[in-house]
């Protein structure tokens, strides 16, 4: 049976937004324009958009050289068990401004040595691994957008040092088996509206390692044996608006005026597993003190800002498939096979 490519609407209705767009696939016999990153990276140009689609195997390491949209289907697409899924991206002197959505990565986002790298914007991905983002020696990335994210950390910190001059963290859910999350934020970065969710058998302490960071509008939510200073080594950094809930004894109060020891009432994430599941619901009940209480008038937490944050990785403006169905087992040689296909409009 002929692979149905999984962005065909998107390919239909958005092809006036981008230079040249192709398909990346790696499943044998795909209809595609690619079969593997190397090919793809050798065949696009700057301002082209890469279409991922799902596939059973990883793409593996993709080396960014060049100003691109890499565009996957969702880190849970509705309509396939697959994902658009990389092992690592690494990020070279060419590549600023680069769009990266709905893929999933399993070990690293990492900005290379001696590299230059400004305005990539990060949205609607899956990031796991032990450190997650990192940055290699005299490596720069100034004024990066990371929003609406699962960023997941099965072991240390968070390393973004390179990250520079104005770096906005928003709608992200933030997920720790550590005691800490971020080390060496730089001054001016924005952390906004995100869910913080630590489940540790240490003692959380540390948690922003940094100077000058904003730290607005965030819940903090944490299942440790105890708790101590969340604000840990962030110096003069600015603290307004957050919730703080332990579910083990209290925490203590962070500086500035929050919302320190306030049970956000999310839908459903049980004590025992809060870090990130598909089938946990991060929404806020409607006798949340979080609902429509953020300093923009919106949900404290990844449900308010700009960007909200979905538990697929869809971008929202753009259409999408939601179920495609074959409704024939078999057909004669040169005979007819149809499908069903239901998708949705951008917007929704």
């Not at 040595?113 to 400004?118: E, G, K, N, S, Y």
């Not at 004894?249 to 306030?262: A, C, E, K, S, V």
Request: glycine share 8%; hydrophobic share 40%.
């Amino acid at each position: 049976m002929k692979k149905i490519p999984f962005l065909l609407v998107l390919l239909l209705t958005t092809s006036q937004l981008f230079a040249n767009k192709y398909t990346l696939d790696n499943s044998p016999g795909a209809p595609a324009d690619f079969t593997n990153v190397t090919d793809a990276m050798n065949g696009v140009s700057d301002g082209d958009t890469i279409y991922v689609q799902p596939s059973a195997t990883s793409y593996g390491i993709i080396n960014l050289n060049k100003r691109i949209v890499l565009l996957g289907a969702g880190h849970h697409p509705e309509f396939t068990s697959y994902r658009s899924e990389f092992s690592d991206i690494r990020f070279y002197t060419g590549s600023g401004e680069s769009i990266i959505k709905g893929v999933y990565v399993s070990n690293l986002i990492v900005i290379m040595a001696f590299q230059t790298v400004p305005n990539v914007i990060l949205s609607h991905n899956y990031f796991t691994g032990q450190n997650v983002m990192s940055y290699e020696s005299w490596a720069s990335a100034p004024t990066w957008i990371i929003e609406s994210n699962v960023i997941y950390s099965v072991a240390n910190w968070i390393s973004i040092g390179a990250f520079t001059d104005g770096t906005i963290f928003r709608n992200n859910l933030i997920c720790t088996v550590s005691s800490n999350i971020f080390y060496a934020l730089p001054a001016g970065t924005i952390l906004d509206h995100n869910t913080f969710i630590f489940s540790s058998s240490y003692q959380v302490e540390n948690l922003i390692n940094g100077t000058s960071v904003n730290v607005t509008n965030n819940i903090f939510y944490i299942n440790a044996p105890a708790t101590g200073n969340l604000q840990g080594t962030c110096t003069s950094c600015f603290w307004e608006n957050n919730m703080t809930y332990a579910l083990n004894g209290t925490i203590n109060d962070l500086p500035g005026n929050n919302y320190n020891n306030t049970d956000p009432l999310f839908v459903n994430v049980p004590d025992n597993s809060p870090l990130f599941l598909y089938t946990n619901d991060y929404h806020l009940t409607a006798l949340s003190p979080a609902l429509d209480a953020a300093t923009d008038g919106t949900d404290i937490g990844l449900t308010g800002g700009i960007t909200p944050f979905n538990m697929y990785g869809f971008d929202p403006h753009l259409p999408r498939l939601q179920e495609v169905n074959l409704l024939e087992n078999a057909a004669p040689v040169n005979g007819t096979i149809t499908l069903r296909i239901r998708g949705v409009a951008s917007g929704q």
